[in-house]
């Protein structure tokens, strides 16, 4: 049915109101917003400044190229108490991502496994995932970080139990105490650059071969040993390198001082409280995501698989879990970004962390906004990465349409 447009008396369609254009409400609109948030931005800054002015106060980050003037004891680059307060933010901000990257991998694991187990037809290892899970997820994370810092680690032998242990065997390299895991140091000599550029060199070699080898496997049915050349690249073509430069890799091994270990390296109960708690908490979430994940996939793509011949195991390795990622991916993506930001709580143990190390910053300088605002900008810039990241993975992982 033809609909009539309806004319002016002289044939032409009647004007429409620049009030009632939507195209043009929606360019006013949103001129409008990024004004006021203009104005909101600019009238805050400009408020700071004359409190700031009054107080006597200066502004700006010139304040970074101060001496700190305080230790920290957790540090992966050299530091001192005579560095700058810009030397103590990079400590800090190293330290957020050592400990945010090795809990996203260990929350990441457990947080698979456990989702399985939930699914698992053996009675007892499904109620003990279920367990797990509802016990982490309803408790607060500072709560966990607490009980691991003053109820597990706190609990640990003493120093002075691991002197007399060293005493009772002399060969002994590796130390668990209340202050931390003391264990050998490494120590690289010249050339260890060398292997860790094969080592690099191996990795891009076996991703360019497992693309290969997909590519054929699709053209042709068959798959070219995958496992056995990736491990040959990854592993044997580094130790070759490090074979003919000569060992260059010693270890300081851990030794009792007068108050305490000296030499090696140690973990701290800090670092290890935070770690173990965001790993263990975030991996119950994680759990539930996979288990989401495996369920919406169809159950006849299991009934199939069983028919052609397949076991439970590389049914789920093979079939399942890779359908499951493109569920699982976008919601894993949100936890990963909150153990990125609860690694803030570090400063509840005294871990060393960019907000800790901020906060002395702050404390001595008196600089609260630009602090904030560096804050503000290191976690954003690490949140939005991460986001880029598995956005990016994501489209990888998507079905294409042909």
Not at 33 to 58: C, D, F, G, K
Not at 167 to 178: L, M, R, V, Y
Not at 342 to 365: H, P
Request: include cysteine; aromatic fraction near 12%; charge should be positive.
């Amino acid at each position: 049915m033809a609909i009539a447009q309806a004319r002016t008396g002289d044939g032409e369609p009647p004007k429409v109101s620049l009030l009632y254009n939507p195209a043009l409400r929606s360019y006013v609109y949103q001129i409008l917003t990024l004004v006021l948030i203009v104005w909101v931005v600019w009238y805050a800054w400009h408020n700071a400044t004359q409190n700031l002015a009054r107080a006597n106060m200066t502004s700006g980050f010139g304040f970074l190229n101060s001496r700190a003037g305080f230790d920290i004891a957790q540090s992966l680059i050299a530091y001192t108490s005579d560095s700058t307060y810009f030397r103590a933010l990079q400590v800090g901000l190293l330290n957020t991502l050592v400990v945010a990257a090795c809990s996203i991998v260990t929350a990441t694991i457990v947080g698979l496994l456990v989702g399985i187990g939930r699914l698992s037809h053996n009675w007892l290892v499904a109620r003990l995932c279920t367990v797990y899970v509802e016990i982490f997820r309803n408790i607060p994370p500072l709560l966990v970080i607490f009980f691991w810092y003053l109820g597990v680690l706190a609990l640990l032998p003493t120093i002075r139990t691991i002197f007399q242990h060293v005493k009772d065997n002399p060969g002994a390299i590796f130390f668990i105490s209340n202050r931390g895991i003391y264990m050998p140091a490494p120590i690289f000599g010249d050339g260890f650059g060398l292997v860790v550029a094969a080592f690099v060199a191996g990795v891009l070699a076996a991703i360019a071969f497992t693309v290969w080898a997909n590519a054929r496997q699709r053209a042709t049915g068959n798959r070219p040993p995958v496992l056995m050349v990736n491990l040959a690249l990854i592993l044997l073509l580094p130790f070759a390198v490090f074979l003919l430069m000569g060992m260059p890799l010693s270890f300081d091994y851990p030794v009792p001082g007068s108050f305490n270990m000296k030499g090696g390296m140690v973990i701290g109960p800090e670092f290890l409280a935070l770690y173990l708690a965001l790993s263990l908490y975030s991996a119950s979430f994680i759990a539930e995501i996979v288990r989401a994940g495996i369920r919406g996939v169809p159950g006849g793509q299991t009934e199939a698989s069983y028919a052609l011949g397949l076991r439970p195991g590389p049914t789920t390795r093979l079939v399942i879990l890779p359908q499951a990622l493109r569920i699982i991916i976008p919601p894993l993506t949100s936890q990963y970004l909150n153990i990125i930001k609860n690694s803030s709580l570090a400063v509840a143990v005294g871990y060393a962390d960019l907000v800790a190390v901020g906060g002395t910053i702050l404390n001595q300088s008196g600089h609260s906004i630009e602090i904030i605002a560096i804050w503000m900008a290191i976690y954003l810039s690490i949140s939005l990465l991460t986001s880029l990241f598995m956005n990016w993975f994501n489209a990888k992982m998507a079905l294409v349409e042909r």
